[in-house]
């Protein structure tokens, strides 16, 4: 049976949670403190790990990044009733955590987002069980199959406020080979092989044959693992996309540091040069935190979708991406929220004047240019009662 620990401070609270989660089909261990709880991590087998952010001793995003670290294959979730700027980074770009949850929990959301984190782990342990051995030929020829019949679907983004009509579309990397399905499996077997190059060039070979037929004056967002910026075809005369490079906005991932690329700031000014756009993802996810607006100087900030996620229900989220909406304005930079996908998370946003919108709410991701949200691109905005 799988096995879930709950790291809280508050003894009386993990005995309500204990019995609250009795009937559940996992076992329930706990501790009061990120030391106990790691001590439990050590000793036992634990499948997901449930931390409360304020803790005396540790805050639970410090102990959650050393779980990640320590025990990788273990999902992590994170409760918390207010956060900082700072511990919220931390848990979205270095614990990794798997969701959000805003306390006084309810025990149906906590019983709902665990066991949604045990199926994300099965999958993903699955998935790795069908791989060969890494660097061997047949991971090889396994990923050279899987990044020949990847595929790109683009999300449109909402802009041009207070019109709200098609501002942009993200190339999204589609895979769907049985033994690397999806775009991440296909990231980290191009980063286990040295391969992101080749992955990044073939995503980049795509969207220049697509971009022809894209709706005129769009923006196409084009992901770029941050080991790529070391990557000579990028500012190369090869690059297919330099024709189109007034339409191209470079989103910086979250896959590596920017400590571990030579130049990071000669090769940005040079694709400036060149008249590409830059933005940071998932704010600023894998680097040293905000630092990372000093180094790229974005013209686009991406916040995560698990501050978007039931905004209107947490006044801690709404404050950060309140003042990350100021900063973005102060600094002259657009604020992009991704992964709305309610009225309400739509409504708060607006509210808090964010530029640019993007997820379900406003439209799905599609094969190419194949249709437009509704309202989008005919001057219409995205109306929370629509």
Same mark, same amino acid.
């Given at each position: 049976m799988p096995r879930v620990l709950l790291v809280d401070d508050e003894p009386e609270l993990l005995r309500g949670l204990r019995l609250a989660l009795r009937k559940e089909p996992f076992d329930v261990v706990t501790a009061t403190s990120a030391r106990e709880g790691l001590d439990? #991590?050590?000793?036992? +087998?634990?499948?997901?790990?449930v931390s409360d952010e304020r803790m005396p001793e540790m805050p639970g995003s410090e102990f959650l990044t050393i779980a990640r670290e320590r025990y990788p294959d273990v999902e992590r979730i994170i409760l918390t &009733?207010?956060?900082?700027?700072?511990?919220?980074?931390?848990?979205?770009?270095?614990?990794?955590?798997?969701?959000f949850l805003t306390k006084p929990c309810p025990t149906p959301e906590l019983v709902e987002v665990i066991t949604e984190?045990?199926?994300?782990?099965?999958?993903?342990?699955? +998935?790795? +069980? #069908?791989?060969?051995?890494?660097?061997?030929?047949?991971?090889?020829?396994?990923?050279?199959?899987?990044?020949?019949?990847?595929?790109?679907?683009?999300?449109?983004i909402a802009g041009n406020k207070p019109t709200w009509s098609l501002f942009a579309f993200e190339a999204l990397l589609r895979s769907e080979h049985p033994a690397l399905p999806g775009p991440?499996?296909? %990231?980290?077997?191009?980063? =286990? #092989?040295?391969?992101?190059?080749?992955?990044?060039?073939?995503?980049?070979?795509?969207?220049?044959?697509?971009?022809?037929?894209?709706?005129?004056?769009?923006?196409?967002?084009?992901?770029?693992?941050p080991q790529s910026l070391g990557d000579p075809e990028l500012v190369g005369p090869d690059n297919p996309l330099h024709p189109?490079?007034?339409? %191209?906005?470079?989103?910086?991932? @979250?896959?590596?540091?920017?400590?571990? %690329?030579?130049?990071?700031?000669?090769?940005? =000014?040079?694709?400036? @040069?060149?008249?590409?756009?830059?933005?940071i993802d998932?704010?600023?996810?894998?680097?040293? &935190?905000?630092?990372?607006?000093?180094? #790229?100087?974005?013209?686009?900030?991406?916040?995560?979708?698990e501050l978007v996620r039931d905004i209107h229900d947490s006044p801690t989220r709404s404050k950060l991406v309140g003042s990350m909406v100021g900063l973005c304005r102060e600094l002259g930079v657009l604020c992009l929220a991704e992964g709305i996908e309610t009225d309400q998370e739509l409504e708060h946003l607006l509210f808090l004047g964010m530029d640019l919108l993007q997820g379900y709410r406003i439209a799905k991701p599609e094969?190419?240019?194949?249709? %437009? +949200?509704?309202?989008?691109?005919r001057g219409e905005a995205p109306d929370p009662e629509a």
């Open positions: 439990v #991590l050590e000793r036992d +087998a634990i499948d997901v790990v &009733g207010q956060a900082s700027m700072e511990a919220t980074i931390t848990a979205i770009n270095q614990a990794r955590v798997f969701r984190a045990l199926r994300a782990r099965e999958e993903r342990q699955a +998935a790795a +069980a #069908l791989l060969p051995e890494a660097g061997s030929p047949e991971a090889i020829a396994l990923f050279e199959e899987a990044l020949a019949a990847c595929w790109l679907a683009f999300q449109p991440l499996a296909l %990231i980290e077997s191009a980063t =286990a #092989l040295g391969r992101y190059f080749d992955l990044d060039r073939a995503v980049r070979k795509r969207v220049a044959d697509l971009i022809p037929s894209a709706p005129p004056d769009t923006l196409i967002f084009v992901n770029l693992l189109f490079a007034d339409r %191209i906005v470079f989103e910086i991932t @979250e896959r590596a540091s920017l400590d571990e %690329i030579d130049d990071v700031e000669g090769t940005i =000014a040079r694709l400036r @040069e060149l008249g590409y756009r830059i933005a998932d704010l600023g996810a894998g680097y040293a &935190g905000l630092t990372s607006f000093a180094t #790229l100087q974005p013209d686009v900030v991406k916040l995560d979708m094969p190419p240019f194949t249709t %437009i +949200a509704s309202g989008m691109g």
